[in-house]
């Protein structure tokens, strides 16, 4: 009986299968390694979700978003250095705002709009401040 065909054939199948065998440890590498990499993300997020939470005490709470408009952060940022009520020209001259009617009115209903937020108080008509 004639076996060489046989051999041959069991070696192209063993062959084949430490071929397959190859490439399946080459992937389970990887997947070790991208299984490492997102373990190290998740510890990081973990982090920074403790560091997060331990913070929130500190920061000021009640404070709504400010209106999308530039202006809204640069008024509260004269607000803080004023010592005392402005007026919307005392605003606009701050601001670098030449003080027109137009600017005036708009930086009014600016100063009105922080008021209904509650950021702003208005003790007198025309005059605001910072709200304590």
């Given at each position: 009986m004639n076996l060489r065909p046989l051999l041959d054939a069991l070696s192209i199948q063993e062959n084949a299968a430490?071929?397959?065998a190859d490439d399946l440890r080459t992937q389970i590498d990887e997947l070790q390694a991208r299984l490492r990499e997102a373990e190290t993300?998740?510890?990081?997020?973990?982090?920074?979700?403790?560091?997060?939470?331990?913070?929130t005490d500190r920061l000021p709470t009640g404070l709504p978003d400010l209106p999308e408009h530039p202006d809204y952060p640069r008024i509260?940022?004269?607000?803080?250095?004023?010592?005392?009520?402005?007026?919307?020209?005392?605003?606009?001259?701050?601001?670098g705002h030449e003080p027109l009617p137009k600017n005036i009115e708009g930086t009014r209903a600016k100063l009105k709009r922080l008021v209904r937020l509650d950021i702003l108080t208005e003790a007198t008509a025309g005059i605001f401040a910072r709200k304590q």
């Open positions: 430490e071929a397959l993300h998740l510890e990081h997020l973990a982090i920074t979700r403790k560091t997060v939470t331990s913070l509260l940022a004269v607000f803080n250095d004023a010592t005392g009520p402005l007026t919307a020209r005392d605003i606009c001259d701050a601001l």
